[in-house]
T-cell receptor, first 118, second 115 residues
Framework: DAGVIQSPRHEVTEMGQEVTLRCKPI?????LFWYRQTMMRGLELLIY????????DSGMPEDRFSAKMPNASFSTLKIQPSEPRDSAVYFC????????????????FGPGTRLTVL | AQSVAQPEDQVNVAEGNPLTVKCTYS??????LFWYVQYPNRGLQFLLK??????LVKGSYGFEAEFNKSQTSFHLKKPSALVSDSALYFC?????????????FGAGTRLAVHP
């Protein structure tokens, strides 16, 4: 398997612009997570989905952030409008629950998208 | 509430010496415990986990961790450190009760292995 795929790997944009980050989870996984990593705040969970349904979005910082998972193989995290304080590395991760019989409950992370908002 | 503490921001060790990266946790039910490693400009890589069973868990790259229920700890260890082990290490926990719950990550410990 190719692992979790994220695009773009780097994004530089100007304040006020819309930013869309993309994630393709590992095939067959039923949970998908979006995290943000900064030096100041460390690794933060933003939102996670189970079978394409958002389960917990309590980590989404503001209404400027939104996430969707239209199907099992694709998710987006959108920031509109973007602000300099949104600059961070955004990670997507996926897992398959162990109770499914084939799962391990282990989260596998993508390489991340480094976002810089000027 | 679930929480994880990694009391050391950085651990320095000489190559060939044993290393320990500390982690303590707090959960309401039985813990599921994980260690991840992050190399520069990379995503987090899974190292090992404890769900149940033997308290000593062996993982990738020669790492192991010991679950200690009475001390609520899950320290990461390696008998002989390599320079290539230098990275950022994260401990994570989730409550094993009920459905799948989110992982709570520690702040991370930077391991520096010197030649």
């Amino acid at each position: 398997d190719a692992g979790v795929i994220q695009s773009p790997r780097h994004e530089v944009t100007e304040m006020g612009q819309e930013v869309t980050l993309r994630c393709k989870p590992i095939s067959g996984h039923d949970y998908l997570f979006w995290y943000r990593q900064t030096m100041m705040r460390g690794l933060e969970l933003l939102i996670y989905f189970n079978n394409n349904v958002p389960i917990d979005d309590s980590g989404m910082p503001e209404d400027r952030f939104s996430a969707k998972m239209p199907n099992a193989s694709f998710s987006t995290l959108k920031i509109q409008p973007s602000e300099p304080r949104d600059s961070a590395v955004y990670f997507c991760a996926s897992t398959l629950r162990a109770t499914s019989g084939r799962g391990t409950d282990t989260q596998y992370f993508g390489p991340g998208t480094r976002l810089t908002v000027l | 509430a679930q929480s994880v503490a990694q009391p050391e921001d950085q651990v320095n060790v000489a190559e060939g010496n044993p290393l320990t990266v500390k982690c303590t946790y707090s959960v309401s039910g039985n813990p599921y415990l994980f260690w991840y490693v992050q190399y520069p400009n990379r995503g987090l890589q899974f190292l090992l986990k404890y769900i149940t069973g033997d308290n000593l868990v062996k993982g990738s790259y020669g790492f192991e961790a010991e679950f200690n229920k009475s001390q609520t700890s899950f320290h990461l260890k390696k008998p002989s450190a390599l320079v290539s082990d230098s990275a950022l290490y994260f401990c994570a926990v989730r409550d094993g009760v009920g459905g799948y719950n989110k992982l709570i990550f520690g702040a991370g410990t930077r391991l520096a292995v010197h030649p």
